[in-house]
Nanobody
Framework: QVQLVESGGGLVQPGGSLRLSCAAS????????MGWYREAPGKQRELVAA???????NYADSVKGRFTISRDNAKNTVYLQMNSLKPEDTAVYYC????????WGKGTLVTVSS
């Protein structure tokens, strides 16, 4: 069993930055993939960014060049640095981890508004 706890969400103005953190209850070294998803009101949950055990990353087209995913194995934590935020980035952001099965955090709300 793995618990994932997200933090770092909040209210930010357009053009601003936030860094989300996802702390895992155990070592993330063996996780095959960790990622961030988001779910906006009235929309389906979508993959924002993922990082694989070898360090490879991929991003949704809508966030390429603005968001960066990274992992710190020593701290059992995955981060999502979000820059140049837009109102359409407003959503609940969820951390996801895959070993043999998929685990989810409870989410953190990001609101981009002036």
């Amino acid at each position: 069993q793995v618990q994932l706890v997200e933090s770092g969400g909040g209210l930010v103005q357009p053009g601003g930055s936030l860094r989300l953190s996802c702390a895992a209850s155990r070592s993330i070294f063996s996780f095959s993939r960790m990622g961030w998803y988001r779910e906006a009101p009235g929309k389906q949950r979508e993959l924002v960014a993922a990082i694989f055990s070898g360090g490879t990353t991929n991003y949704a087209d809508s966030v390429k060049g603005r968001f960066t995913i990274s992992r710190d194995n020593a701290k059992n934590t995955v981060y999502l640095q979000m820059n140049s935020l837009k109102p359409e980035d407003t959503a609940v952001y969820y951390c996801n981890a895959i070993i043999t099965i998929s685990y989810w955090g409870k989410g953190t709300l990001v609101t981009v508004s002036s």
